[in-house]
C-alpha cells in the first residue's frame, strides 16, 4: 500500500534555531501533500496545502514566514519551522492524497517537535 | 467554513458494551473518513465512505454514512480493551478538516 515516510520522528531543539522535517511518498506520486499540527489531546489542525511546484496555500492564522513549506518534487515536501519557540513544541503530521479512485489519504508517521 | 462536531468527546465503556460515535458536518460532502490514532503515534485510517448509504464494517466497528442528514456513525459492537483509542472523523472538500476526536477508554 500506499506509504509515506515522515523524518525526523522526534527532535529537540533550542530556541532561535531551525528545524525541517520532511514528509516523502514512497511508493507513489503525491501532487499535493498537506501539513498538520496536533496539540496535546487535541484535534489535528491544518497548517497549509502543498502543491508541488507551486507555493503552499497557508490556513488563515498560519504564519507563512514562520513555517516554510517546499513542495519540490512529486515525492517530497518539507516543512521548517524557523526560528523556533517553546510554543512551536508541538505534534506534527503529513498526508499525502492518493488520487486512486479511492480517494485515500495517507499519513506520515509524526515528528514531535520539542523546543527548549 | 467547513466544521466537523464529534461526540462524545469522551468515552468509558465497559468491555463487551455496544456504543456509537456521531459525526456531524456543515457542508455537502461524499467523502467521509475515520481514523484511529493510539498516544503518541499517527493516523491509522479505518473507513472511507464515499456514497450515501455507504456502510463498512472490520471486526468490532461499524461506520455508516447519511449525506442528506450529514451524518456519520461509528457503531463499536462488544467493545473489547484493544479498542482504546481516539477516533477521529474527518471530511474531505478539498482539504480534510477533522472532527474533534473520540477518546475512547474500554475498561474489563
Known amino acids: 500500500g500506499a506509504v509515506v515516510s515522515q523524518h525526523p520522528s522526534r527532535v529537540i531543539c533550542k530556541s532561535g534555531t531551525s528545524v525541517k522535517i520532511e514528509c516523502r511518498s514512497l511508493?507513489?506520486?503525491?501532487?499535493?501533500m498537506f501539513w498538520y499540527r496536533q496539540f496535546p489531546k487535541k484535534s489535528l489542525m491544518l497548517m497549509a496545502t502543498s502543491n508541488e511546484g507551486s507555493k503552499a496555500t497557508y490556513e488563515q492564522g498560519v504564519e507563512k514566514d514562520k513555517f516554510l513549506i517546499n513542495h519540490a518534487s512529486l515525492t517530497l515536501s518539507t516543512l521548517t519551522v524557523t526560528s523556533a519557540h517553546p510554543e512551536d513544541s508541538s505534534f506534527y503530521i503529513c498526508s499525502a492524497s492518493l488520487r486512486d479512485g479511492g480517494y485515500g489519504y495517507t499519513f506520515g508517521s509524526g515528528t514531535r517537535l520539542t523546543v527548549v | 467554513e467547513l466544521k466537523v462536531e464529534q461526540n462524545p468527546l469522551f468515552l468509558s465503556m465497559q468491555e463487551g458494551k455496544n456504543y456509537t460515535i456521531y459525526c456531524n458536518y456543515s457542508t455537502t460532502s461524499d467523502r467521509l473518513y475515520w481514523y484511529r490514532q493510539d498516544p503518541g503515534k499517527s493516523l491509522e485510517s479505518l473507513f472511507v465512505l464515499l456514497s450515501n448509504g455507504a456502510v463498512k464494517q472490520e471486526g468490532r466497528l461499524m461506520a455508516s454514512l447519511d449525506t442528506k442528514a450529514r451524518l456519520s456513525t461509528l457503531h463499536i459492537t462488544a467493545a473489547v480493551h484493544d479498542l482504546s483509542a481516539t477516533y477521529f472523523c474527518?471530511?474531505?472538500?478539498?482539504?480534510?478538516?477533522f472532527g474533534a476526536g473520540t477518546r475512547l477508554t474500554v475498561k474489563p
Open positions: 511508493d507513489f506520486q503525491a501532487t499535493t
Open positions: 474527518a471530511v474531505a472538500v478539498g482539504s480534510m478538516r
